[in-house]
């Protein structure tokens, strides 16, 4: 069976900075995966190329088998990626149901079906009751769930979430975790980009370590936390799994 | 044949410069502040009436109507970022269109009143002289235009570079959210920003006073040819709004003598067209952050 | 339970606007000529205006040079008409096609190379510009001289579309009335959101899979096939065409005013707002005509557009809607709420 995403050799270059530097891993389907490392390690460009936001200088990014780098954002949902803004979005006139609609649009037409779809994609993340109100009425972790559902809505079989757990507390994280958890049970492959470690231990099965734009690791939580480089160069020394 | 042309050459460059001022104050505007002035065309008129009445009614020489009407403009723009732009710096495109346009329509409505619908000709000595440069026929109106404005650049351009306010003006447009983190006056840099533009504008017209007549109506042509002549040179570039100025100057004086000089705009437009279709950001200007 | 919440305020309003629609039908009957002649231009500029309004409002896209379509609209059917004695109708399917297709260049030309915002705004003025000062000089449509249509005798003929003033008034409210439909169905399809949603965050909206670059081009060019029609219908009302007239920025800029001070975007807006506009800029001008001052219009004008948008960003109608709403505590206009077109 094919991988679900593919990276083979991907670099990115802004101008003198190198900032994805020949990354290469793969996702098979299923589960959530957890792309880490220090801030400036790489890993929103990394994002950004998969979801195509940028084309990457070099390498290739395959889904499904089927190249995608260098498509257009616009395509690459079409074809089954979702993913979320770090800083999130909303569009701010629209009613709470009426964002997620958009993503259904991609699939559908209809007005009624895309409302249906939204309250599907709502009640996934737990904002069901919350679905009529203004998007001024919400809290941040409603928001990052709104964003979430957005991506959702759009029927992808992998969901990119970039640090959905930014500026959270433990409680309201933890209960993210159980949302992605649910989701992924029904099938769906996660890539989480995330810095905070505590809560990629909880949540990722896989987890893939950027530093200075290169993949320095792979593997389980509990191998790469005691792989040394990892170890050296992230956590520090002193850090006790 | 080479007579014509280069007297058609000569008369571009000329009212090149002129251009290139009027578009240094849209230019200005716009590349610290950020906003469009759509208002442009009715503050040059307004320098234009000021030269109409210090020639045909006080005998005033144009320069000095000249300096009288950029203080003029100076004062007004300054009041008028200060109390009416100010609020409207972070409001959508289409609200600042309308304020604009607002300010357009009072500022000829106002002069409408003051002088009415008809065209004032201006009654300059200069008016029909004329001076040989070798084999080309300088018009002296157009020359004395030309050069007060070059000397206005100038002063202008040595203003920015050299002095602290220029300086300030300087760093404002280049990163505005800097300039506040380091404690730069930034109401008081807009306002004057404004003020310098409208000034330049209000120049501009008092110098052309001997070769248009006054009219309520020439605003928005001004307007517009102020925004061709910055576009083409470079939203927000100082040497794009006397690249700019000089292109357009040429241009139309090479499509009237082309084509119908009732035309002669259509080529600015087109060149306005490819311009913002092709390079959006004109020869000179800085790329959008 | 929602269902019932959504269908209430659309009963209310349909019925509303169609009871104030009869009213202004039956105006046409009474008023005199004077009248009916002014609410028939209101009601062209309102029709034009919403297309305008549904470029930005729902599209996000400025244009400050859409007497460029509503000129190609007016050729259209003048030319046809005048020099082949073709039926109007020939000439606004025909002018429609014209601005669709030049909407969609000059849309594809500038969204290709990535020109956005004030910049699009700008290659509007240029575009309409630049097409004016063609027509002054192109001899096959009249040039400066312009087009006139025959003066209009015997009865009114709908396949014709020509009559006296009173005729052109129900074309104009029935014009109107269609464009308030349009802009209610399209807010409420699946064209309604999605262009909302490249209109506030293209970015994301990308990211949710709509295809802004074509969305955008649609939009423009469906904005200057509308804009179209209602160019032709003014041709006809004022009987001739010049290019400075109907091609020139006064009339991109009377075009604007309304939907701006009504309301961006909303179905009533654009009707509610060139309602105020154009008779307050006539009146200004008539009462400074009587007192011999000419200009006060423009300064009166002038001001209270600068006072319209100082004190109401959203426009009239959403203030009005908004009022209405604390007073009563109905959300019967929710549905023709406002929307904030950010920068």
């Not at chain 2, 119908?260 to 306005?272: D, E, I, N, Q, V």
């Not at chain 3, 910049?119 to 575009?127: M, P």
Request: net charge positive.
């Amino acid at each position: 069976m094919t991988d679900l995403l593919e990276l083979d050799g991907v670099s990115r270059r802004f101008g003198g900075l190198l900032a994805v530097d020949n990354v290469s891993f793969r996702l098979k389907c299923e589960g959530i995966t957890a792309l880490v490392g220090p801030n400036g390690a790489g890993k929103t460009t990394c994002f950004n190329l998969i979801a195509g936001a940028l084309p990457p200088t070099q390498g290739s990014i395959r889904f499904g088998g089927e190249i995608i780098s260098g498509f257009p954002a616009e395509d690459i949902c079409r074809l089954g990626i979702g993913r979320t803004f770090q800083v999130v979005r909303p569009m701010r006139d629209m009613t709470v149901l009426e964002n997620v609609m958009i993503g259904a649009f991609s699939w559908t037409r209809k007005v009624s079906e895309a409302r249906d779809a939204a309250r599907e994609a709502l009640d996934m993340v737990g904002l069901g009751p919350k679905a009529d109100a203004a998007i001024s009425k919400l809290t941040l972790p409603d928001r990052k769930m709104l964003e979430t559902a957005k991506a959702l809505s759009t029927r992808p079989r992998l969901l990119l979430l970039d640090e959905v757990m930014a500026g959270l507390r433990p409680p309201e994280a933890a209960a993210v975790v159980a949302v992605l958890r649910r989701l992924a049970e029904r099938g769906l492959s996660i890539l989480l980009v995330e810095h905070v470690m505590r809560i990629v231990m909880e949540a990722a099965e896989h987890v893939i370590v950027l530093h200075h734009g290169a993949k320095i690791a792979e593997g389980t939580p509990r191998y790469i936390v005691s792989h040394p480089e990892v170890v050296a160069g992230y956590l520090g020394e002193g850090f006790s799994a | 044949m080479l007579t014509l042309w280069g007297n058609v050459l000569a008369s571009g460059i000329l009212m090149g410069l002129v251009y290139g001022i009027i578009a240094l104050g849209l230019t200005i505007i716009f590349g610290v502040i950020r906003i469009v002035n759509f208002a442009h065309g009715a503050m040059v008129v307004f320098g234009l009436y000021v030269g109409y009445c210090a020639g045909a009614w006080w005998g005033i020489p144009t320069i000095v109507a000249a300096v009288s009407a950029g203080a003029l403009l100076f004062v007004f723009g300054y009041g008028l970022e200060t109390l009416v732009v100010k609020r409207f710096v972070t409001r959508p495109h289409h609200i600042q269109f309308i304020l604009f346009i607002g300010i357009s329509l009072v500022l000829s409505g106002a002069q409408l009143i003051a002088f009415g619908p008809d065209p004032r000709p201006s009654v300059s000595h200069l008016s029909f002289e004329t001076i040989a440069l070798g084999p080309i026929r300088l018009d002296l109106a157009r020359l004395q235009a030309a050069t007060v404005a070059a000397v206005m650049i100038l002063a202008l351009a040595a203003f920015l570079k050299y002095s602290t306010f220029g300086r300030f003006i300087r760093a404002a447009a280049d990163n505005r959210l800097g300039g506040l983190m380091v404690g730069l006056p930034i109401p008081k840099i807009y306002a004057m920003t404004f003020g310098i533009g409208a000034a330049c504008a209000g120049v501009a017209g008092a110098l052309i006073s001997p070769l248009f007549d006054a009219q309520p109506f020439l605003a928005v042509d001004f307007t517009l040819l102020a925004f061709v002549t910055v576009i083409v040179g470079g939203l927000g570039s100082f040497v794009g709004a006397l690249v700019g100025g000089l292109t357009i100057g040429l241009t139309e004086a090479v499509a009237a003598l082309l084509f119908a000089p009732s035309l002669k705009s259509a080529l600015s437009y087109g060149l306005l067209m490819i311009v913002l279709i092709v390079r959006p950001r004109g020869f000179f200007g800085a790329k959008e952050t | 339970m929602q269902k019932k919440r959504d269908a209430l305020p659309d009963r209310g309003a349909v019925i509303g606007c169609l009871a104030g629609f009869a009213v202004l039908a039956m105006l046409g009957g009474v008023l005199n000529s004077h009248l009916i002649s002014l609410l028939t231009i209101v009601f062209l500029f309102t029709f034009i205006g919403q297309s305008w309004s549904i470029m930005l409002g729902l599209g996000g896209q400025l244009s400050i040079g859409h007497a460029l379509f509503v000129g190609i609209g007016a050729y259209s059917v003048a030319v046809l008409d005048i020099r082949y004695g073709l039926s109007p109708w020939f000439g606004l399917v025909v002018g429609m096609a014209l601005a669709a297709i030049v909407g969609a260049t000059l849309a594809w030309l500038s969204f290709r190379f990535e020109v956005r915002g004030i910049y699009f705004a700008l290659l509007t003025i240029a575009a309409a510009e630049f097409a004016r000062v063609v027509f002054s000089g192109w001899e096959f449509v009249g040039a400066m001289q312009g087009l006139f249509f025959p003066a209009h005798s015997g009865p009114n003929s709908f396949w014709m579309l020509r009559g006296d003033a009173r005729f052109y008034y129900f074309v104009s409210l029935a014009a109107v009335l269609l464009g308030v439909s349009a802009t209610a169905l399209i807010r409420q399809s699946f064209l309604g959101y999605v262009w909302r949603a490249m209109r506030d965050d293209e970015d994301a909206s990308r990211a949710l899979g709509v295809r802004t670059f074509l969305h955008k081009i649609l939009v423009v060019s469906f904005s200057g096939a509308w804009a179209a029609i209602g160019g032709g219908l003014l041709a006809l009302v004022q009987g001739s065409v010049f290019p400075d007239s109907i091609m020139g920025m006064g009339i991109s800029v009377d075009i604007l005013v309304g939907p701006i001070v009504g309301g961006l975007g909303t179905a009533f807006g654009p009707l509610i707002g060139t309602l105020i506009t154009l008779p307050l800029d006539h009146l200004a001008s008539a009462i400074g005509n009587k007192f011999g001052i000419p200009g006060l219009n423009n300064v009166g004008y002038g001001l209270a557009l600068i006072a319209v948008v100082w004190l109401l960003p959203d426009g009239i109608w959403p203030a009005i809607v908004n009022s209405a709403k604390s007073i009563t505590r109905f959300s019967w206009f929710g549905n023709l709420r406002m929307e904030q077109v950010k920068k």
